[in-house]
C-alpha cells in the first residue's frame, strides 16, 4: 500500500509562487509515474500535470503551461510542484497522484494512489 504526503499549500497573493511537494512511502521499489491534479470548490477534479516514473517527459494542462513545471528527484524519492505566476482560478485543493507501472496519469482513472490534499488560495 502506498502513501503519499503532500505539503506546501498556503495563501499568496496573484502572481506569486509556491513549491508543493509529494513524498511516497510504502512500495519504493516500484514504478510510479507522479502527478498532480486540483479540484476548486463546486467543480470536478482536474489534471494539472504528470511526469513520468524516470522523469523523462512530462505533460502539463494547457491552464499551467508556462506557469508550473513538475519535477521528479527520484534519489530523495520527491516529487515537486513549482507554481508561478500565480492566479486567483488557480485556488483549489491540490492532490499528489500515483500510477503504478504507468508513464504517466493524466485522468482520474489512471491514478492509482492519491494524496490527502493540500489547500492552495491565490488572492487578488
Known amino acids: 500500500q502506498v502513501q503519499l504526503v503532500e505539503s506546501g499549500g498556503g495563501l499568496v497573493e496573484a502572481g506569486g509562487s509556491l513549491q508543493l511537494s509529494c513524498v511516497p512511502s510504502?512500495?519504493?521499489?516500484?514504478?510510479?509515474?507522479m502527478g498532480w491534479f486540483r479540484q476548486a470548490p463546486g467543480k470536478e477534479r482536474e489534471f494539472v500535470a504528470t511526469?513520468?516514473?524516470?522523469?523523462?517527459?512530462?505533460i502539463y494542462a494547457d491552464s499551467v503551461k508556462g506557469r508550473f513545471t513538475i519535477s521528479k528527484d527520484n534519489v530523495k524519492n520527491m516529487t515537486y510542484l513549482q507554481m508561478n505566476s500565480l492566479k486567483p482560478e488557480d485556488t483549489a485543493i491540490y492532490y499528489c497522484?500515483?500510477?503504478?507501472?504507468?508513464?504517466?496519469?493524466?485522468?482520474?482513472?489512471?491514478?492509482?494512489?492519491w494524496g490527502q490534499g493540500t489547500q492552495v488560495t491565490v488572492s487578488s
Open positions: 497522484a500515483a500510477g503504478l507501472n504507468k508513464m504517466s496519469v493524466t485522468f482520474t482513472s489512471r491514478v492509482d494512489y
Open positions: 510504502g512500495s519504493p521499489d516500484s514504478s510510479y509515474a
Open positions: 511526469i513520468s516514473p524516470r522523469a523523462t517527459s512530462a
